[in-house]
Nanobody, 124 residues
Framework: QVQLVESGGGLVQAGGSLRLSCAAS????????MGWFRQAPGKEREFVAQ????????YYPDSVKGRFTMSRDNAKNTVYLQMNSLKPEDTAVYYC?????????????????WGQGTQVTVSS
């Protein structure tokens, strides 16, 4: 089992920045690729970013590319999502996920574990 706890969400004005953190405990953190997803009210959960097990590769969809940066610190069992130039459409609950890259870095990981989520609200 892996337990994931997100933090760092909050309310920010458009154009601002937030950094989300996800602390993992349980099984060996470096075994897992890690990802971030988000879900806005009334919408399906959306893939936001992912990073390979040792952090050598990352991938972002076009909706956040150039604005969001994901990183990991395997010594601290933590992943981060730095979000810059935030837009109102980035408003959502953000979820951390641990899993496996089953195809390549450009394909959303197969999720084994989810965090409980943290709310990000971007005001216009």
């Amino acid at each position: 089992q892996v337990q994931l706890v997100e933090s760092g969400g909050g309310l920010v004005q458009a154009g601002g920045s937030l950094r989300l953190s996800c602390a993992a405990s349980g099984r060996t953190f470096s075994w897992y690729a890690m990802g971030w997803f988000r879900q806005a009210p009334g919408k399906e959960r959306e893939f936001v970013a992912q990073i390979s097990r040792i952090g050598r590769s990352t991938y972002y969809p076009d909706s956040v590319k150039g604005r969001f940066t994901m990183s990991r610190d395997n010594a601290k069992n933590t992943v981060y999502l730095q979000m810059n130039s935030l837009k109102p459409e980035d408003t959502a609950v953000y979820y951390c996920a641990a899993g496996r890259l089953v195809v390549d870095i450009a394909t959303p990981l197969s999720v084994d574990y989810w965090g409980q989520g943290t709310q990000v609200t971007v005001s216009s």
